[in-house]
């Protein structure tokens, strides 16, 4: 069984925002993605799926997405979920973020101390 499958026959390259891309029309097998969600939490210690059982999503249709793939950098870019008007554009990945400290910033222990005084 598998967890994804593509049609390589239906992949499309095309030129988006300037950049080529692919497209991948993908579907996702509800029973063995579960399994392999399970097999993942469990690896990192998670147990919120414990009592999940994958053999529930049997008569579950499989999920269908188009996934667009950047040529150049190798990212995805773009995530539309079939049946919906749903579109998630991924933007800005491995971009560096500049994240200036606050001027009035505290330490760690004196807001300890001020979470404490709270209680």
Do not use: C, H, M
């Not at 998670?46 to 009592?51: C, E, G, K, S």
């Amino acid at each position: 069984s598998y967890i994804y499958d593509y049609n390589k026959s239906s992949v499309k390259r095309q030129i988006t925002n300037g950049r080529p891309t692919y497209s991948y029309s993908v579907t996702i097998n509800p029973v063995e993605y579960v399994k392999f969600l399970k097999s993942f939490a469990s690896a990192i210690g998670v147990t919120q799926l414990d009592q999940v059982d994958p053999s529930q999503y049997k008569d579950s249709a499989p999920l269908s997405f188009t996934f667009e793939i950047d040529v150049w950098s190798g990212q995805l870019t773009k995530v539309i979920y079939a049946g919906s008007d749903r579109t998630e554009i991924i933007s800005g990945y491995g971009a560096r973020n500049q994240i200036a400290e606050p001027d009035n910033s505290i330490g760690i222990e004196e807001l300890q101390s001020k979470l404490q005084q709270i209680q």
